[in-house]
């Protein structure tokens, strides 16, 4: 009993950790490379729908889509101001970027929002399913891996057979072959971006249900520990970063249950390390030649 | 369209040099006394910082209104970090700070300690509440509770209150605050035969998931949940339990005070709550409520135990200046032996406990209060 009280508490954590790796994958497989204000897009998105939801008392759909539109906008924008520019630059250049972007969101949502912790109201209630004694499974829990499921469906066929997603295909393979086959390059990574930011805001909208606490920083360490669920399910792999998620979110919770709480950490990341060392490009990763 | 780059580019650059000369040497008039400190003002723990900056802000207006001596106040942002705080403490150095505020969080506070001990500045922190912060030099000087004391202090009350008869203990183990009183928690626990039942930890990383601590308190069958740690992690260890439709008496130390303030958070789930606190901002006494009129009519919002134990501190240090007669022509070291002979032999009424008193070893001596959370509001337990 005890043992499967476990394993949902670990997938319950996992789901959030999945979704958020959802949009890092996503941006990753296209635009090859780690956007790690990707994090921050999330707190962004759920601070807007915190202010629709308890603040102006919207009903929590008008939350969701306005927070999707919101950080839409912000995608497209810091990747116009911050990335493009870096196009045909070192991917080391635009890894700092991006985490100079991530800093700058966190500083800027202190400045606009406060320091002060707010608690964010769920969006999809507080109940649960009681399955047996002892035994319970959240609404936010089964709402997020119904809403990873079904991104994740979304975004393979999105990927593999519309004509925009064969586009972004082309582009992660070889953007200068893609530009000289007519693809707009610019347009099509700004493309990947709007769809990534947009998942944060979805992301941040039931990480925030799920664990109520919204400050400038509630994007960061769930962003870093999704993002080492996609390395670990394989970057670039949409379905890798469901499995990642859900197993990281399993493994921290054995860890902490069977082993301790305070290494907890320390294992997920030594099991991450076992992983890559049998399988670098991660559990679903392709492996790809590197041009020379 | 380059040119203009060019401009841009020349404008921002001195720009940046005119604000970088700006911090240069400023120095006010001559008739005043210069108190510096720093905490975070920016980066996850800036709301402890900037309550310590606006209840000191305060208090340091309300002096200069009075006339007499006249105080002027500066913070430096530490961003919650050691070296950072030795920093922001060098720039206070090099604006001739005369007595210090320390620092806000322990950790820097540590640092800037070992500092203001050797350039003999007198300094009196507000929260920084480790003893690690005050051993060994004979100036540095705490308004808040130290770690052991709240440790034991709590121990003491469950027991003599016969609040629990099987105590699970969650604390954050890196944080020296939570684990510091968990050390002394767990020690006069033992000595009183206290039943703990279950001791589980979490860090800043693993702060949003609790669901193991609270199933390991509960099949442990432990009825009061010992929780030393700031109350942004308590409001989520609360939400949780109610939801695995776990409750035993939860039990906080000051750190829990700011909860009830928290936005959005539903208080329902706070019912019950016992904390041992020196500050509760809805006291009816005539200063509190002076002091919490002024801070929300200034900063639009209620003062935590942080703003008060701030705001203390700056009357502390206008008390001992006066009896202490000290001028503004002084050299800190001077002010550094006068305020070392007050402080050891003053008594000190403030927002945070009255007839507060302080030992050599800097460590304060007040009552803490126990306070219980009813319908949204504290409620004295005695």
Redesign the interface.
């Known amino acids: 009993m005890e043992f499967l009280s476990n394993v949902i508490n670990g997938i319950s954590l996992g789901s959030i950790y999945a979704i958020i790796a959802l949009g890092y994958t996503m941006v990753y497989g296209i635009a090859k490379m780690l956007n790690f204000a990707h994090g921050d897009v999330i707190m962004v998105g759920a601070y807007v729908c915190f202010f629709m939801t308890s603040r102006y008392n919207m009903p929590a759909v008008v939350g969701i889509l306005l927070s999707m539109f919101v950080c839409t906008v912000l995608g497209i924008v810091i990747e116009r101001l911050a990335y493009k520019p870096l196009r045909q630059a070192t991917s080391l250049a635009v890894l700092i970027t991006a985490i100079g972007m991530s800093y700058f969101l966190q500083n800027g949502a202190q400045l606009l929002w406060t320091s002060n912790p707010k608690v964010f109201k769920s969006v999809v209630g507080d109940g649960g399913v009681q399955l047996t004694e002892g035994l319970y499974v959240s609404h936010v829990t089964l709402v997020t891996i119904a809403v990873c499921v079904i991104i994740m469906i979304a975004l393979t066929v999105f990927t593999g057979k519309s004509k925009m997603g064969k586009a972004m295909r082309a582009c992660s393979e070889d953007k200068g072959a893609a530009q000289l086959m007519g693809i707009n390059v610019n347009t099509t990574i700004s493309i990947t971006f709007a769809i990534g930011s947009a998942l944060a805001a979805i992301a941040g909208v039931l990480l925030c249900s799920a664990y109520p606490n919204l400050v400038p920083t509630t994007g960061s360490m769930p962003g870093i520990k999704a993002f080492t669920a996609a390395v670990f399910g394989g970057i670039g792999s949409i379905p890798g970063a469901l499995i990642g998620g859900i197993l990281l979110g399993i493994i921290e919770i054995f860890a902490k249950a069977y082993i301790s709480t305070e290494i907890s950490d320390a294992i997920v990341f030594a099991v991450l390390i076992v992983v890559l060392l049998v399988k670098p490009t991660g559990l679903l990763g392709k492996k790809i030649s590197e041009k020379v | 369209m380059k040119k203009m780059k060019k401009l841009v580019c020349f404008g921002l650059i001195s720009a940046m040099m005119l604000s970088a000369f700006a911090g240069c040497g400023k120095k006010s008039g001559s008739d005043v006394i210069r108190i510096g400190g720093t905490g975070p003002l920016?980066?996850?723990?800036?709301?402890y910082g900037?309550a310590a900056k606006r209840g000191a802000e305060i208090a340091v207006e309300e002096i200069n209104a009075l006339g007499g001596m006249q105080f002027e106040l500066r913070y430096e942002d530490d961003t919650h970090d050691a070296e950072k705080a030795v920093n922001a403490y060098n720039i206070l150095k090099d604006w001739e700070v005369q007595i210090s505020l320390g620092s806000v969080t322990t950790n820097p506070c540590i640092a800037t300690a070992a500092e203001t001990y050797a350039d003999r500045i007198f300094a009196l922190t507000p929260s920084a509440s480790s003893t690690d912060v005050t051993k060994g030099k004979d100036n540095m000087f705490q308004m808040c509770f130290s770690d052991p004391n709240q440790g034991s202090a709590s121990a003491q009350y469950i027991s003599e209150k016969a609040l629990g008869t099987k105590i699970a203990i969650i604390y954050k183990?890196d944080d020296a605050y939570s684990t510091g009183i968990f050390e002394t928690f767990t020690d006069k626990a033992d000595e009183l035969g206290i039943n703990v039942v279950s001791t589980?930890?979490?860090?800043?990383?693993?702060?949003?998931?609790f669901?193991?601590?609270l199933?390991?308190a509960k099949?442990a069958g432990a009825d009061l949940v010992f929780l030393p740690m700031y109350?942004?992690?308590a409001?989520?260890i609360l939400?949780q339990a109610k939801?695995?439709?776990y409750a035993p008496k939860f039990f906080g130390v000051d750190g829990m005070d700011g909860i009830l303030t928290?936005?959005?958070?539903?208080t329902t789930l706070a019912e019950g709550v016992m904390l041992l606190t020196p500050f509760s901002a809805d006291a009816t006494d005539e200063k509190t409520v002076n002091f919490v009129k002024k801070y929300n009519e200034k900063y639009n919002?209620t003062p935590n135990q942080f703003a008060a134990d701030a705001y203390d501190c700056v009357y502390a240090i206008y008390e001992a200046c006066q009896k202490g007669e000290v001028t503004s022509d002084m050299t800190a070291e001077e002010i550094c032996d006068i305020m070392i002979a007050q402080f050891t032999t003053m008594k000190f009424d403030g927002l945070t406990g009255n007839g507060m008193t302080w030992g050599k070893n800097g460590e304060v001596s007040k009552s803490p209060k126990g306070m219980v959370i009813q319908n949204g509001v504290y409620v004295g337990l005695d």
């Open positions: 920016t980066g996850g723990a800036a709301v900037n183990n589980t930890t979490f860090n800043t990383d693993s702060q949003n998931d669901s193991v601590q199933s390991d099949n109350y942004e992690a409001a989520l939400d939801k695995m439709n928290l936005e959005g958070f539903d919002e």
